[in-house]
């Protein structure tokens, strides 16, 4: 079995983010280490009921009460992925809470209900079994980065960042032989980035974020507040680290007395300057930085990190990569990785003591 998945295998990835505005479902081709191709896309929108529903579901765990969020992030997922063909969907689930060094990780989604419906196979509960082994879970896509540098045919070191609602950077070597390989990839969350800007938004407009930065750029950043924002212990702690949606409550109480300009574009400088810091943990400089995730749509945000930082900071898009949905073809790949028996995070990824892989499979 394992040999004939040696061949490349069209992988079905889907992923329903921290920001909570819905399912990215996207293809890819590979078998497991190398990208031979990328394939269709789709996303499917949750409501604004379906967000009250997940809104209200954050922070549970198994045992809680969650069946009205679990049928909508199981409808969602059908409807997502429904009119795609592929060998192997890769389920992220919509996580719900991230206590690596507490009570685990909870990514609400049940992969043998999504298996049957879809008549296909599942591979889910991707990041259980790196927390399990001391590892933090998360971020999970590096190894797909190292592969996108391969693909791309980079030669320098370069860094993904994700602006998703959190940050995740991951640095690359991409000279290294495969991602597991020591030195080859150092991973970690960055900080907030868009969840805290929306959740203002919606508590001050009634808005889902600030749409191309427009709030921000009638602002003003208050030094005062990034600089009690700058001294959270988070920024100083050596990676791999990861966040939890929430862990960053402090920055909204910050801003709360601003006006609603100045708070946004305090807070767009507080995601920024957490990616500044975060980048003195690389190595070596990046040779430039490759911005994928929601965020890379923020103007203001982008002028941020292009100031701050020392080589350019590009949209993926520069480099024929999907910004919209690296993170789904990330659990594609990861799919596979898992069918093949690879692993899927590693020591400068999560921080887990050696190469490990996870994730249940569940057959049709
Ligand atoms: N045009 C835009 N202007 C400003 N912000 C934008 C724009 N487009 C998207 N965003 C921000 O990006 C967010 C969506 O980003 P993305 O889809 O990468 O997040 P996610 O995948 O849910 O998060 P995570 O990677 O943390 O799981 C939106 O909620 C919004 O805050
Ligand atoms: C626990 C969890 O779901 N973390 C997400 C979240 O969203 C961004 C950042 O925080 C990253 O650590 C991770 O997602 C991406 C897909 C990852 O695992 O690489």
Not at 48 to 61: C, F, M, N, P, S
Not at 303 to 310: I, Q, T, W
Not at 311 to 327: A, I, K, R
Not at 343 to 364: E, K, L
């Amino acid at each position: 079995m394992k040999g004939k998945l040696a061949e490349p295998i069209w992988a079905l990835g889907a992923m329903s983010g921290t920001s909570l505005d819905g399912v990215d479902a996207a293809l890819v081709r590979t078998d497991g280490v190398t990208i031979s191709e990328f394939g269709a896309s789709g996303y499917r929108a949750y409501s604004i009921d379906e967000q009250v529903v997940l809104r209200a579901a954050l922070g549970k765990w198994p045992g809680d009460d969650l069946d009205a969020a679990a049928d909508v992030v199981l409808r969602a997922h059908i409807a997502a992925l429904k009119g795609f063909d592929a060998d192997v969907v890769g389920f992220h689930g919509q996580t719900l809470a991230h206590e690596p060094r507490g009570r685990g990780t909870h990514q609400l989604g049940d992969g043998a209900a999504l298996a049957e419906a879809l008549a296909r196979t599942v591979v889910w509960d991707f990041r259980s079994n790196d927390v399990e082994l001391g590892g933090e879970g998360a971020p999970l896509a590096p190894f797909f980065h190292w592969a996108c540098a391969k693909w791309i045919g980079a030669e320098a070191p370069l860094a993904f960042l994700n602006l998703g609602g959190v940050g995740n950077l991951t640095w690359v070597d991409p000279l290294s032989r495969a991602p597991e390989e020591e030195g080859a990839l150092l991973a970690f969350d960055t900080g907030p980035a868009n969840a805290p800007i929306n959740d203002l938004l919606m508590e001050r407009r009634g808005l889902s974020f600030d749409q191309d930065g427009a709030l921000a750029s009638q602002g003003e950043v208050v030094d005062g507040a990034l600089e009690l924002f700058l001294e959270e212990g988070y920024f100083r702690k050596m990676p791999p680290k990861s966040l939890d949606r929430n862990d960053f409550s402090l920055m909204l109480d910050l801003v709360r007395e601003l006006g609603d300009a100045d708070a946004a574009a305090t807070m767009t400088a507080m995601a920024a300057a957490s990616v500044m810091q975060g980048m003195e943990h690389c190595p070596v400089p990046p040779e430039r930085v490759l911005v994928t995730g929601g965020g890379r749509r923020n103007p203001v945000m982008m002028a941020m990190l292009e100031s701050a930082l020392d080589c350019p900071v590009l949209p993926v898009e520069t480099v024929g990569l999907d910004g919209d949905m690296l993170e789904a073809q990330a659990f594609a790949y990861l799919a596979v990785r898992v069918l093949r028996g690879l692993p899927t995070s590693a020591p400068g990824t999560t921080g887990v003591r050696a190469p490990v892989g996870g994730g249940q499979i569940s057959r049709v």
